[in-house]
Nanobody, 123 residues
Framework: VQLQASGGGLVQAGGSLRLSCAAS????????MGWFRQAPGKEREFVAA????????YYADSVKGRFTISRDNAKNTVYLQMKSLKPEDTGVYYC?????????????????WGQGTQVTVSS
């Protein structure tokens, strides 16, 4: 299985971006998916997750109300819509496929990771 993340870029504070993660080589619709991020000098942190069917979803407190995770199983793609971006949202964003139908916020539960896409939010 492979995951390909895209959609990152440079945006001003208050702006929006939509990240995409395309999956191949696995029955995508049977697995929960997650987004994580890693800022320079910091550990990878959980951002959002979604179950195999699209509901329920789960968010880190720091992004709740600003980010929305969704998925299109027909396209084998998971998305992360990011609004009201802040400089502290800057980092490399990774999508990951879980070991089963649901999710946790622990990176250890996810066994396949994409290559990451850079998001930079300027103040």
């Amino acid at each position: 299985v492979q995951l390909q993340a895209s959609g990152g870029g440079l945006v001003q504070a208050g702006g929006s971006l939509r990240l995409s993660c395309a999956a191949s080589g696995r029955t995508f619709s049977q697995y929960g998916m997650g987004w994580f991020r890693q800022a320079p000098g910091k550990e990878r942190e959980f951002v959002a997750a979604i179950s195999y069917s699209g509901s329920p979803t789960y968010y880190a407190d720091s992004v709740k109300g600003r980010f929305t995770i969704s998925r299109d199983n027909a396209k084998n793609t998971v998305y992360l819509q990011m609004k009201s971006l802040k400089p502290e949202d800057t980092g490399v964003y990774y999508c990951a496929a879980g070991r089963g139908r649901y999710y946790t916020s622990s990176p250890d539960w996810y066994d396949v990771w994409g290559q990451g896409t850079q998001v930079t939010v300027s103040s």
